[in-house]
């Protein structure tokens, strides 16, 4: 008996798990309270960071694109955007397309969609579906909106169950005028997705077959009332908010509304996953499809939903991209653990796959890498590279150089580098002003993109540069995949080199870790005499190799010692009677 009851425990413990990837549209990786952001002003978003505090919060983890439809193909099929045979907001997926749901279906899945699909022409009339329609891609089951252009209407007067159309009978002639206060007179898109997901997931969880749901939310994606415009960020219930008497604009009020209301969203659902007894047999996955938006009348920059990122929506900077991605596995992934590990969204289908036990089913020819030996806790190397590209860049940054405003730019993250270039041509000429312009970041040193260090670096920037001229085929045949690149440099800095002068940041005692502080903007170091210590302000130079930090005040003092600089990395450290000091740059 004892016997039996061991190997059904270990039957059980074998057994798949379910799978649950949860996606915002627009959402900023400074919107979502766990990830750093300088600004003043933060969002409520209590249910994101318990799911955090759960799982592991993956901090260097990207989108496909930075605009919707692209980045959920690369989500469902594995393959980057260089690979792709067309980027038209339309028709993105064919009768021959490999996906993600095809995947676990075939492996015994019950596989839904809820929300938003976008990868299958427009729908803004109610019509029969074509070829890239998600219950031709390998969903059993679909509950949502299929048009990319009508997911902007908050309020829908119709949308899919299954193949056919149904109508919304309290948001047929939605207008602000018609759904009222707190637009409580019509049905947000998002709660009936929300509601039928609780109520999906808890007739699934009692069957024997593991499950597939890819919950996808149209907010706080700029959308409208009644129609498929870009006026607002029109989510319900304002008045009941925390934003509610906020002295703000009403976009911005309604901004924040839609975001956290997104948040309440998903904690309903990963409740639904508990109260269901799946919650250590249910992989949560959370994102967002690209970077901050600025549309509808909201800026990013009001609540500085990039964070530290360069960029926001349509950006080939990482702000463009980047994106805030939360994995919850009881048991399993490390709770309330931060990883670094770099991963994009095409790297989810063989993840998933992995997860099911199902690798073998992977096509060969994808771009992406599993990702299951981090979510299990384990060491796993960095991916080579990740590629990304937009067309029309809209960067910030890039407003200084004069014809590249809206040119079309690839980025490379290869280890600690980033490599941007912007042209007209494709792939990318590299550096060849003012045609065309590389940049290369230290993201080491440099996560915001500022300090551009191509002409410090003319070998990295060959080097990335033939990836992504390797990367860009939209013609590529799939059938016979390009051998990867060779690994990356180790670091950052492969030869000794004057330091970034950035003396920011955070720096670290050596000694029992008893000596810490984060800075902010300033330079504070400890002071010590034999009362031992206080902090006071202090000021910091840099020349070539060598780092001076003064301290000012009654117990000021001088630190002269020479900062050490590595192959693969560059650091400051000195050593006083009180405790040794060391800041990576």
């Known amino acids: 008996m004892i016997a039996l009851v061991r190997i059904l425990g270990a039957v059980a413990a074998a057994a798949p798990p379910n799978i649950l990837f949860i996606l915002a549209d627009d959402l900023g990786y400074g919107d979502v309270s766990t990830y750093p952001n300088p600004s003043s002003i933060r969002l409520e978003t209590p249910r994101l960071a318990q799911l955090a505090k759960e799982g592991t919060m993956f901090t260097q983890a990207y989108a496909g694109y930075s605009v919707c439809a692209p980045s959920r193909r690369t989500l469902m099929t594995g393959y980057h955007t260089g690979h792709f045979t067309a980027l038209a907001q339309g028709v993105l997926l064919s009768s021959k397309s490999v996906t993600i749901a095809h995947i676990l279906r075939d492996a015994g899945y019950k596989t839904k969609l809820i929300g938003k699909w976008g990868l299958d022409g427009n729908y803004q009339e109610p019509r029969p579906p074509q070829q890239g329609f998600p219950t031709l891609q390998g969903f059993e089951e679909f509950y949502g909106q299929s048009d990319q252009w009508q ?39 998002a709660d009936l997705w929300t509601a039928d997901a609780v109520s999906w997931i808890s007739e699934k969880s009692a069957e024997e077959a593991p499950w597939f749901l890819y919950l996808a939310y149209t907010s706080p994606h700029a959308g409208a009332v009644g129609s498929v415009g870009e006026d607002d960020v029109p989510g319900p219930r304002l008045s009941a908010s925390p934003y509610a008497s906020e002295d703000w604009p009403g976009v911005e009020k309604d901004f924040a509304n839609t975001v956290t209301l997104v948040d309440h969203a998903v904690g309903e659902v990963v409740d639904a996953v508990d109260a269901a007894g799946a919650k250590s047999n249910t992989v949560v996955f959370f994102s967002s499809d690209n970077g901050a938006h600025s549309e509808g009348g909201h800026s990013y920059r009001f609540f500085n939903s990039s964070g530290f990122l360069n960029g926001f929506k349509r950006s080939i900077h990482d702000g463009g991209h980047r994106a805030a991605f939360i994995v919850r596995w009881p048991g399993t992934t490390p709770a309330g653990s931060v990883s670094d590990h770099q991963l994009c969204f095409y790297d989810f289908l063989p993840t998933a796959a992995a997860l099911a036990g199902v690798s073998n089913s992977v096509p060969p020819s994808i771009d992406g890498h599993s990702f299951d030996a981090v979510l299990r806790g384990e060491a796993q190397a960095q991916p080579a590279f990740i590629y990304h590209e937009y067309d029309g860049c809209d960067d910030p940054s890039l407003q200084a150089y004069p014809g590249l405003s809206k040119a079309f730019g690839q980025n490379i993250r290869m280890g600690s580098w980033s490599g941007v270039c912007v042209g007209p041509s494709k792939p990318c000429s590299g550096n060849n002003p003012p045609e065309s312009r590389f940049f290369l970041y230290n993201m080491s040193s440099d996560e915001g993109q500022q300090v551009d260090l191509a002409s410090a670096y003319p070998d990295v920037a060959v080097r990335i540069l033939a990836v992504m001229r390797s990367q860009f085929n939209y013609s590529w045949d799939p059938a016979t995949r390009p051998q990867p690149p060779p690994p990356p440099f180790p670091g950052p800095h492969p030869r000794p080199s004057p330091c970034d002068p950035n003396l920011t940041g955070s720096w670290w005692g050596l000694r029992n870790n008893s000596y810490s502080a984060t800075m902010q903007g300033k330079l504070i170091a400890l002071a010590t005499d034999e009362a031992c210590c206080k902090w006071v302000n202090a000021s910091g130079s840099v020349d070539g190799a060598t780092i001076r930090v003064t301290a000012h005040g009654s117990g000021g003092f001088t630190l002269k010692n020479v900062g050490s600089v590595s192959a693969d990395f560059c650091s400051i450290t000195w050593s006083e009677r009180w405790a040794p000091w060391r800041k990576q740059l």
Request: proline fraction near 3%; aromatic fraction near 18%.
């Open 151 to 189: 997911c902007h209407d908050y309020y829908p007067s119709f949308m899919f169950n299954g193949t056919s159309n149904f109508t919304i009978a309290k948001n047929v002639g939605s207008s602000v005028q018609k759904c009222g206060t707190d637009f409580a007179q019509c049905t947000w898109s």
